[in-house]
């Protein structure tokens, strides 16, 4: 049976073309980019394009981007290296209640070193309340880390309007880009960002790979030592064959994409809302939205329960809630937007790729209606939606 | 993640759904903590005649909730009060992820209630 992915947010497939550039990376490539006789610097000219291409992506400077073994080190590599390199000028940091887990224990692991961390709230479509960003920063504030795009419910945050207020308090700023680079366009010449994280096999690439903008000037630490690769900032050889993927998957993503990709969401999502009573869309409409995100609630429906119905289709989804992922607690996110958790255990995240097709997602669409409805007979719950919300 | 038998019983659960003749009903659990169950029973002269549920659950509350209207079907209400969370994973196959064991023991625990509710209407 063909599979219907729909779980992008979690991994893509790596673009074959991607596949394609990278090996001759292994076995005529491989020279190591630090070494200087010929197949060394080679390499390293390889290593110093691909750098060119994802600062492009950002109009950054070649200069700016770390190269990383993918997102949860980035945001390691961020948040750690600016909290120890300033440590003389405070100990607070900024973040939000619905930070994916590389911040949020990255932040925890922080507190146990004596930092304090204030997490904050966010309104019921996932947004910073701007105010209570500005309530929140103290003289000792060194750091604001807020994601861009929600990897849950899909909500883009407003950088510039946040980066404008971490730069009147002199406070560096961080996002957590993972989920929304590439999909939405970010021009760090214009925002006020300090550190962005980035991943490649969200964006069709390879797996074990990622980077981390860091804006010049910035003071950081190196949190693995070793050699002196990549400005001195994350040492160990470069994964040159991975970096080569990475950059082409950058190369090879556009607007026009995530457009098609937006249509295609807004389809699933009314789709779903005409077929399916009860249900609601958690997270915002539109352009504040992810193009690939699709997050909805089926009221007396078990997330896991019909995720596992679609998996025996060949549907491939996630859960909201974390209950299949080895934790019985409902995510953090959703509760985060005030959702219920009865909804909150009975919610479902599609996330789509360039690789979706229309016909894909009426299938969904109508499988979804089957089995909702069939779990809805079974189900001793006969809530209506607006009691619940 | 689950059992061939657990899958079995989730996809297609033989005695999910009401039991308009119940003459005991047991509902346990809470949306707040995940999984609610609700078991019906037909008792007849101190047998179990006919059991059926409803099940907001995962896969394995499901599975389990199938699972002990079959196991106890034609059993006497008291030998029912007696089945063990290991009966119910023995009759899924002998497996059950660690953290969806719970889910068996809420599936006895509305049969309990159920043959309660039975007791307290025909004492």
Do not use: W
């Amino acid at each position: 049976m063909k599979k219907i992915y729909l779980d992008n947010g979690a991994t893509t497939m790596v673009d074959p073309a991607v596949v394609k550039e990278m090996l001759p990376f292994f076995s005529d490539v491989y020279g190591n980019p630090s070494s200087i006789h010929q197949k060394g610097q080679e390499a390293k000219r390889y290593l110093t394009e691909a750098r060119e291409d994802v600062a492009k992506k950002l109009n950054a400077g070649y200069d700016e981007i770390i190269f990383t073994s993918g997102g949860t080190e980035s945001d390691n590599l961020a948040i750690k290296g600016v909290a120890y390199a300033n440590r003389d000028k405070g100990n607070h940091i900024i973040t939000t209640k619905i930070e994916h887990p590389a911040v949020l224990n990255t932040c925890k692991a922080l507190e146990k070193e004596g930092f304090e961390i204030k997490y904050l709230g966010v309104d019921n479509e996932g947004f910073v309340i701007l105010d209570d960003l500005r309530k929140a920063i103290t003289p000792k504030t060194l750091l604001v880390s807020i994601i861009h795009g929600n990897n849950e419910i899909g909500t883009i945050q407003p950088l510039e309007k946040i980066g404008n207020i971490c730069r009147e308090h002199g406070v560096m700023f961080h996002t957590d880009a993972v989920q929304s680079f590439t999909k939405v366009p970010i021009n760090a010449k214009k925002v006020p960002v300090d550190l962005i994280s980035m991943s490649s096999h969200k964006i069709h690439g390879p797996k074990g790979v990622g980077a981390l903008y860091v804006r010049k000037g910035t003071k950081m630490a190196s949190i693995q030592h070793g050699g002196a690769h990549e400005f001195k900032l994350r040492a160990g050889t470069e994964n040159v064959p991975g970096i080569m993927g990475f950059a082409k998957a950058v190369k090879l993503s556009s607007d026009s994409d995530a457009k098609r990709i937006a249509k295609l969401r807004d389809r699933l999502i009314s789709g779903i809302e005409k077929e399916i009573h009860d249900v609601k869309l958690n997270g915002p409409r539109g352009e504040k939205r992810l193009c690939n995100n699709v997050n909805i609630a089926f009221a007396n429906v078990e997330g896991e329960a019909l995720g596992s119905y679609l998996d025996v289709s060949g549907i491939c989804t996630s859960t909201g809630s974390a209950c299949s992922s080895h934790s019985l607690e409902p995510s953090h996110v959703l509760l985060a937007i005030g959702l219920d958790k009865g909804l909150a255990n009975g919610t479902l995240r599609m996330t789509l790729s360039r690789f979706t097709t229309e016909e894909e997602i009426d299938y969904t669409i109508g499988s979804l209606k089957k089995y909702v409805e069939k779990l809805r007979k079974i189900s001793p719950l006969k809530r209506v939606l607006k009691d619940v919300l | 993640m689950y059992s061939k038998k657990v899958m079995e019983h989730f996809r297609n659960p033989k005695n999910a759904g009401e039991l308009k003749k119940a003459n005991g009903i047991g509902e346990v659990g809470n949306t707040a903590c995940g999984d609610v169950m609700k078991v019906y029973i037909k008792v007849e002269k101190g047998i179990i005649k006919e059991a059926k549920f409803l099940t907001f659950g995962c896969c394995a509350a499901i599975a389990a909730s199938d699972a002990v209207c079959a196991i106890v079907k034609g059993k006497t209400v008291d030998d029912a009060m007696k089945l063990t969370k290991q009966d119910v994973i023995d009759y899924l196959g002998g497996e059950l992820p660690q953290l969806k064991i719970h889910c068996s023991i809420l599936g006895i625990d509305a049969l309990k209630a159920a043959i309660k509710d039975y007791k307290e209407k025909h004492a």
